[in-house]
């Protein structure tokens, strides 16, 4: 499309967080820019510079004065504002006012809650008390099963506090997943909900937790809190303490500053294959990523209402934690978007005046496929701009936006990851937006496309590459002797330079499209799991001898993630099979992760070393031609492609006839 479906007019362009950065590089620095590009362009070229103007511009408290900004430029090992002493928190209660709450929250069910600054000050305050008590010191693992309700916000903002290190699970997903992710970390305290309600049914997840602590010697005290039964009792977990009891009283916030680098919550981000990568972020890192990307790219400040639905296992519920870093009161629902029905949200959005709504690119599309006309179920005055990330949104949805929500909405999809808890790629509130574009890429990502020897391209499609480091990039992974784990997932490809893992194309204008995974991990909905953790839980079952998964999502396509299965000699892929093997999928990963379509075939293409050969038969079935995904000397079993190409061909004919 060469004409924009949305201009910000002279108004949104003064009022603009950027605007009031630009103007203030100008009058401090003595720096004009003569539009975003060039902007953009010193950010990724000058890094002291423009990351010192960040944490000048923000004027991030501080123990210690910032000096340095960047003391070594290697990637990885990057060291950033060596010296510097600090806390998250810190950046979060200087913002504390009676005038608007904190955290503004809902429930499936219409529960609704507002929890003030001081209300959430005292919270915290206790809760670092109570955990002090416990023996948590600076450092140690303090873990969540918790979901996305305001007490997660407060358990995060203690355990930061203490410069103790914060990791969480959704208590939607099953034993098999948290226990890949929490027993790398060795975490000392666990906080966890009795159980939850999604889509309208009750989960009681106190069996599970039995199950996690007798699998986690590490864990010496559990914080209960009752979510689902208001009776739950404390004293059913051995040295465990109520909520009520652990956030009672009026303790004075006492906040432990640490340097920069010190690590701040540990996330992961799961690869094809081995355990969930345990990324480990530092507190610095992240609030200068998030202040400049929260106020320059979502434009958000101590105005706004910012609501991004996500789960609290999603690195988009770190992401929302941002806006209490900004002065911005955050808004979070818990429960399933989808229920009652696809309308859940925007009245959520339009009763609690949202400013700025985002949600993964799968919930607008369901929304459009539905035909909800959120204008008729919402009073959407106050919504000023509409975000998306998750998997690429393809122009329909964005058309959809314009037409059923509102022509003058500012449409912000982004880009990013886990990995590094931000964004590649995104918007501005000065530039035009197109349909199917990303508007920018984002200050202080030098993100470029590779071909695949390694040379930039533009207007064309290649592996999303970010050729400097960045603050918020990990620290390392947990446990990873030598950082081996670590330099495999992101600089394997093209040594000192991060690779993604997405196709993009960088546009002749400055724009970006996404066009899917460039490897083959599985991103359902925004929530990226590995392969091997759905085998774990397929191939357990005696009937099944081996299997093979892969996500097929492409931009402008419906995702579809169809699994593979051997059968053991004398059994058959059975309905009632199949249904057991969905069940085992919902329970071991989430419902998100179970696929849409279950095969019976007589191998899986494996390599001369044995290894599952996905990201080529993932390939083949996007459209590629069998010589150019395979090389069948270097395959133990070549002729298992051709059930593949065969199948591949059938779902094309589909696609065209559909």
Known sequence: MDFPAWRPSPAVVAAAKLTAFT???????????????????????????FWGAVWDYHAIPAATPRTAVLAAAGMPGARWFPGVSMNYVEQVFRHATPARPAIVS???????????????????????????????????????????????A?????????????????????RIAVLDRFRQIAPRVLIAVDGYRYGGKAYDRRELIHELLAELPSIAHMVLLPGLDANADAAEFAN?????????????????????????????????????????????????????LGAFHLDLGPADRFHWFSSSGWIMWNCQMMGLLLGSTICIYDGNPGWPDWTALWRFVGENRVSFFGAGAAFFLSCLKAQVEPNEVADLAALRAVGSTGSPLPPEGYRWIYDHVRPDIWLNP?????????????????????????QCRCLGARVEAFDEAGRPLIDAVGELVCSAPMPSMPLMFWNDPGDARYRESYFDMYPGIWRHGDWIRITPRGGAIIYGRSDATINRHGIRMGTSE??????????????????????????????????????????????????????????RHVPNEILAVAEIPRTLSGKKMELPVKKLLLGQAIDKVANPDAMANPDSLRWFVDFAARRAALEKTA
């Not at 410069?163 to 997903?173: H, K, L, N, T, V």
Request: glycine share 10%; net charge negative.
């Open 23 to 49: 103007d203030w590089l100008a009058r401090e620095k003595g720096l004009r820019f003569a539009d975003y590009e060039a902007l953009w362009r010193w950010s990724v070229e000058d890094l002291e510079g």
């Open 106 to 152: 809902r429930n499936e069910a219409g529960e609704q809650g507002e929890l003030s600054w001081a209300e959430l000050q005292r919270q915290v305050g206790a809760l670092a008390a109570s955990l002090r008590a416990m023996g948590v010191q600076r450092g140690d693992r303090v873990v969540a099963y918790l979901p996305n309700i305001p007490e997660t």
């Open 154 to 174: 407060v358990a995060f903002l203690a355990v930061a506090s203490l410069g103790a290190i914060w990791s969480a699970c959704s208590p939607d997903m099953g």
């Open 240 to 292: 465990c303490t109520a909520w009520a009891r652990a956030t009672a009283g009026d303790v004075p916030l006492r906040v432990e500053h640490v340097p920069f680098e010190h690590p701040l919550w540990v996330v992961y981000s799961s690869g094809t294959t081995g355990l969930p990568k345990p990324i480990v972020h530092s507190q610095g890192g992240i609030v200068v990523e998030h202040v400049k």
């Open 414 to 438: 982004v880009s990013g990851g886990t990995d590094f808890a931000g964004c590649f790629v995104g918007g501005v509130p000065t530039l035009p937006v197109y349909l199917g574009e990303m």
């Open 534 to 591: 759905l085998y774990r839980a397929v191939e357990e079952l005696p009937e099944i001898l081996d299997s093979l998964v892969v996500d097929l999502e492409y931009l402008g396509r419906e995702s579809y993630m169809p699994l593979f299965v051997v059968m053991r000699h004398g059994h058959e892929l059975t309905a009632a099979l199949e249904s057991t093997l969905r069940e085992r999928i919902k329970q071991a990963l989430s419902a």
